[in-house]
């Protein structure tokens, strides 16, 4: 397996990850009309991407998550948020480590880029989906978190979790706060 870090994916690698996020993420496609548009409002913040994680093996992408960051405002401090978006790894090659990798290749990277804590949304209900990210730090958002879309409708979820990467002291205050965490425009 070789591990890449690229800024934007170059076109050769672009179908095999569209393949890998259609087959990620599929319950996507069974999606109505109307929770397509709502998804696209509140997943807006496609100027955040920093990066991409790839795993290949030989010339197959095997797995990709995208990386993200911005700044916020939390209770009068500036936080630089890092994201983790789309991770996912080719169907035949889970529980092999290949998830794994990628978490921890773009928590170091995300590292590089200043991140002081990073975030990310998951399903919940999947109690295995929680404990991967546990593993690596994250923990859940306990009062949930906002966030603007694109059409300024302001969302609340709790499907979010953090965990710190340059400031163990900034990740320490969000998870004691009784302040619900806002995340600025668009959720990853």
Known sequence: ??????VSLPDELK???????????????NQ????RMVG????CSGDDRIGYVVVEEGNDVIGVVALL?????????????????GLCTRKDKRNKGVGTLLLQK?????QRARCDIVYLCTDMTKEWMVKFYEKAGFIRIKRGHTYAGKSG?????????????????????IAASEKVLDIGRGNW
């Open 153 to 173: 409708k302001r969302y609340r979820e709790t499907d979010g979790m953090i965990a710190p990467v340059r400031s163990v002291e900034k990740f320490q205050h």
């Open 106 to 110: 773009a928590m170091e990277e995300l």
């Open 69 to 85: 960051r911005r700044s916020i405002l939390f209770e009068n401090m500036t936080i630089t948020l890092g994201g983790i978006g």
């Open 15 to 29: 179908a095999q990850v569209d393949a890998i996020h259609k087959e990620s993420f599929s319950w996507a496609s």
């Open 40 to 43: 696209k409002d509140k997943f």
């Open 32 to 35: 109505t009309p109307q929770e």
């Open 1 to 6: 397996m070789k591990v890449h870090i690229y």
